[in-house]
């Protein structure tokens, strides 16, 4: 036998072997989950999520309460509070704006900062930045000093961002729009 078929002969065992373990393990699987209806596993997969974003807000409030912040909310349920209001128009879509700004987790641990990667500069509704940055950003004018809180949905969501920002963290921006055109 040559080399080249002793390698074909045993590439064609590997994969009967694999066939076989996976044959096996796909009728070996847990007879209810075989069962279970689609409805049933979307209904559990929202009982799941809707006990997350409670688990999440429930943070929120804590961080909010300990801090003694009076912060508004939206609909979409970023949390704001504007510390000194500035000059000048309110920011609008289509608008570059300039911030210096502080970024923390809700445990207090500072993650990013502009001290140190300089202003964030973006032109407001084109994206590149966190949603609820842009949402947020919507409701000041130049000059304003704000915190917003970000829930996980308005941040980097159920990845992170591969960075700083774990998975399904809520994020604090203290910051200060520097520049609007």
Same mark, same amino acid.
Request: proline letters at 3%; aromatic letters at 8%.
């Given at each position: 036998?040559? %080399?080249?078929?002793?390698?074909?002969?045993?590439?064609?065992? %590997?994969?009967?072997?694999?066939?076989?373990?996976s044959m096996i393990a796909c009728n070996n699987y847990d007879s209810t989950s075989r069962n279970k209806r689609p409805d049933d596993l979307t209904e559990s997969l929202?009982?799941?999520?809707?006990?997350?974003?409670?688990?999440?807000?429930?943070? %929120?409030?804590?961080? %909010?309460?300990?801090?003694n912040y009076k912060?508004?909310?939206?609909?979409?349920?970023l949390r704001y509070q504007i510390d000194s209001v500035g000059y000048g128009r309110n920011v609008r879509f289509g608008d570059i704006v300039r911030i210096r700004y502080k970024v923390r987790l809700?445990?207090?641990?500072?993650?990013?900062?502009?001290?140190?990667?300089?202003?964030?500069?973006?032109?407001?509704?084109?994206?590149?930045v966190e949603t609820g940055l842009e949402e947020g950003i919507l409701l000041l004018r130049n000059g304003?000093?704000?915190?917003?809180?970000l829930p996980s949905h308005l941040a980097f969501?159920?990845?992170?961002?591969?960075?700083?920002?774990?998975?399904?963290?809520?994020?604090?921006?203290?910051?200060?729009?520097?520049?609007?055109?």
């Open positions: 036998m040559s %080399i080249k078929n002793l390698y074909l002969f045993v590439v064609k065992m %590997i994969l009967a072997i694999v066939f076989t373990i929202i009982k799941v999520n809707k006990h997350m974003v409670k688990i999440e807000e429930e943070d %929120i409030n804590d961080f %909010i309460g300990r801090y912060m508004s909310s939206t609909g979409t349920g809700l445990t207090g641990d500072v993650i990013y900062d502009s001290d140190s990667t300089g202003p964030k500069e973006f032109v407001v509704g084109k994206g590149g304003d000093r704000a915190k917003f809180v969501g159920l990845l992170g961002d591969n960075d700083k920002v774990p998975p399904k963290a809520s994020i604090v921006y203290d910051l200060q729009v520097v520049d609007l055109q």
